[in-house]
């Protein structure tokens, strides 16, 4: 059977003052439970890059990401930092190769830095947060842990924060906007992990399974800083048309943020 590549994500149109982030836990790029028995790790890493290349996206956050993606997408993309977390393979933060990037930190499983664009300093913080329900408080910490080392304002905070749909209010009571429900929170952008559909994992009906949707990945951003214009999911495409068979186990987001003179 001849190996296919899959189809790229499209996106609205950028103008002078709009940045797009890209934030996906692409998995380690190991093959779905339900992926073709010739499907490969490699299989996976070209149509993860593909999507990557093809996103337009200003900076890419990666979490789980195996460690060598860095040389597939050189072409567009420099790498800032990558560190660990609780899980395998890394988080890695790139930027297009235009920018220019400083103060780099990494805090726990967090990367920050500032970007320079538009002759401004954003302040971006890749993370992956701790698991499970029982993570909550730890979450709360690795976020606010990154906020006081930082030292400036943290502009964008993107990544695979593991939050269950109740978290999330201490950060914007710090005065950042959830970009999904400043968009209208649109039901069909809603799920991250939607394992009843998703079988990365397997069967979710199978003995001791069990399927279930959750908003792990977010996008938040200052509001003096931006403002949203537009979200996507990305990875939502089974491969090769296989109903339940996908990249990732999760979904990944890519948004459009217009930038404010504050």
Same mark, same amino acid.
């Given at each position: 059977?001849?190996?296919?590549?899959?189809?790229?994500?499209?996106?609205?149109?950028?103008?002078?003052?709009?940045?797009?982030?890209?934030?996906?836990?692409?998995?380690?790029?190991?093959?779905?439970?339900?992926?073709?028995?010739?499907?490969?790790?490699?299989?996976?890493?070209?149509? +993860?890059?593909?999507?990557?290349?093809?996103? @337009?996206?200003?900076? =890419?956050? #990666?979490?789980?990401?195996?460690? *060598?993606?860095? !040389?597939?997408?050189?072409?567009?993309?420099?790498?800032?930092?990558?560190?660990?977390?609780?899980?395998?393979?890394?988080?890695?933060?790139?930027?297009?190769?235009?920018?220019?990037?400083?103060?780099?930190?990494?805090?726990?499983?967090?990367?920050?830095?500032? +970007?320079?664009?538009?002759?401004?300093?954003? @302040?971006?913080?890749? =993370?992956? #947060?701790?698991?499970?329900?029982? *993570?909550?408080? !730890?979450?709360?910490?690795?976020?606010?842990?990154?906020?006081?080392?930082?030292?400036?304002?943290?502009?964008?905070?993107?990544?695979?924060?593991?939050?269950?749909?109740?978290?999330?209010?201490?950060?914007?009571?710090?005065?950042?906007?959830?970009?999904?429900?400043?968009?209208?929170?649109?039901?069909?952008?809603?799920?991250?992990?939607?394992?009843?559909?998703?079988?990365?994992? *397997?069967?979710?009906?199978?003995?001791?399974?069990?399927?279930?949707?959750?908003?792990?990945?977010?996008?938040?951003?200052?509001?003096?800083?931006?403002?949203?214009?537009?979200?996507?999911?990305?990875?939502?495409?089974?491969?090769?048309?296989?109903?339940?068979?996908?990249?990732?186990?999760?979904?990944?987001?890519?948004?459009?943020?217009?930038?404010?003179?504050?």
């Amino acid at each position: 059977m001849k190996k296919k590549k899959l189809a790229a994500c499209t996106d609205d149109k950028k103008d002078s003052r709009t940045i797009k982030v890209f934030s996906w836990n692409v998995a380690c790029c190991e093959p779905s439970s339900l992926a073709p028995s010739w499907w490969s790790k490699n299989d996976s890493l070209v149509n +993860i890059t593909s999507i990557i290349l093809q996103s @337009g996206a200003d900076i =890419v956050a #990666l979490q789980e990401s195996p460690l *060598g993606i860095e !040389a597939s997408i050189k072409e567009k993309y420099s790498l800032v930092a990558s560190t660990t977390s609780h899980a395998p393979g890394y988080v890695m933060l790139f930027v297009r190769k235009s920018l220019k990037v400083d103060k780099v930190l990494k805090i726990g499983p967090t990367i920050c830095c500032e +970007i320079q664009m538009f002759g401004k300093r954003i @302040g971006f913080c890749n =993370v992956h #947060l701790a698991p499970f329900k029982q *993570g909550e408080t !730890a979450r709360k910490v690795q976020v606010l842990n990154a906020m006081k080392a930082f030292k400036g304002r943290l502009d964008i905070l993107a990544g695979d924060c593991n939050m269950r749909m109740k978290e999330g209010k201490d950060i914007e009571d710090r005065g950042y906007i959830d970009v999904w429900k400043s968009l209208g929170r649109i039901s069909k952008l809603r799920f991250t992990w939607d394992s009843k559909k998703n079988w990365y994992h *397997g069967d979710p009906s199978a003995p001791g399974a069990f399927g279930f949707t959750c908003r792990f990945d977010r996008i938040y951003v200052n509001k003096d800083a931006a403002t949203a214009r537009y979200l996507k999911l990305i990875g939502e495409e089974p491969i090769l048309g296989m109903e339940n068979s996908f990249l990732s186990d999760h979904y990944g987001l890519l948004a459009t943020l217009s930038l404010n003179d504050k």
